[in-house]
């Protein structure tokens, strides 16, 4: 699979790392801003590996770039600026994108589903990209329909250079707790953090009277960043239409129970 990379900051640079003799999936085009002083760089020297052949571009050239290079999937981690001339890119030439992106306003997600409805290339919208954090969405999602009476507090944590407060994440929680609550408490606060080198902390506090429930999520590095990436990649890459993580996680666990089944008849 030859990947493309919108975004070469933290994110985007541990993902140019993961790639670096990566057994299925290449690195084959990565983009910046425009006039940024890493346009025509090779990606090695700036994401702290060895030269990697693949240059920079400015991220107003795409359509060119992911025709030339012939791209199987774009992974974005950039700004929402960056995410929507990379998505009109990826929709004119037909190819697949995971966007992480985060900070995008309602209006600009309408306009992405509006996007893909035509089912000429897919988008996976990932504003929490761990497959971690969305195993946490299930969990509370299930707390807050057995315990509905108690209360619901959000904390999240990041480093400080997090622009877009809350974090996605917290306000996608959010969400699937209300829906669940429908009403029956307060709203559910959510308290941020921005402090020091904070990868990407969420914590879900459920209160009764004499009792709480604690859930946790944390990402130790932005390996888990990378790793609900190319998983979401590699599940976009044959697909048209707009998805989010959670259709991801239902293919990845079809294909563990098929592994299981695989492995029980050939050693029965
Ligand atoms: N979905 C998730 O789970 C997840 C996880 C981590 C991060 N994120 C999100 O991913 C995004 C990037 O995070 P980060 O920590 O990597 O940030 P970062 O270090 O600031 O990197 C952002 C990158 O995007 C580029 N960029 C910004 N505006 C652009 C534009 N208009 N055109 C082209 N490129 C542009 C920047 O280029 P310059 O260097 O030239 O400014 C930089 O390379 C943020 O929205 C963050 O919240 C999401």
Known sequence: MRVALCGLGRAGSELARALVDHP????AA?????????????????ANIPFTGVTACDVTEAYEVLAKHKIDVVID????????????????????????TTGFTIAEIRWMKFLASNREFGIVYAPNV????????????????????????????????????????????????????HGYTDPVQIHSVRAGGYVGYHEVLIVGDYERILVVHES??????????????????ERRGFFQMDD?????QKENQLAEMQLAFSTA
């Open 24 to 27: 299925d999936i290449q690195l």
């Open 30 to 46: 990565g983009f910046c801003r425009p006039r940024s002083i890493h346009v025509g760089m090779d990606i090695g020297e700036f």
């Open 77 to 100: 981690f950039s700004s929402p600026v960056a995410s929507k001339a990379i998505l009109k890119a990826c929709r004119s030439c037909g190819i697949g994108i995971v966007v992480c």
């Open 130 to 181: 761990t497959l971690g954090v969305n195993v946490l969405m299930s969990m509370v999602k299930i707390a807050a329909q057995k315990l509905p009476d108690y209360d619901f507090h959000v904390t999240e944590m990041h480093h400080r250079y997090k622009k877009d407060i809350p974090s996605a994440t917290a306000k996608c929680i959010v969400n699937a707790l209300e829906n669940e609550l």
């Open 220 to 237: 130790f590095s932005r390996r888990a960043f990378v790793e609900g990436a190319l998983t979401a990649a590699r599940f976009i890459k």
């Open 248 to 252: 991801v996680l239902v293919k990845v």
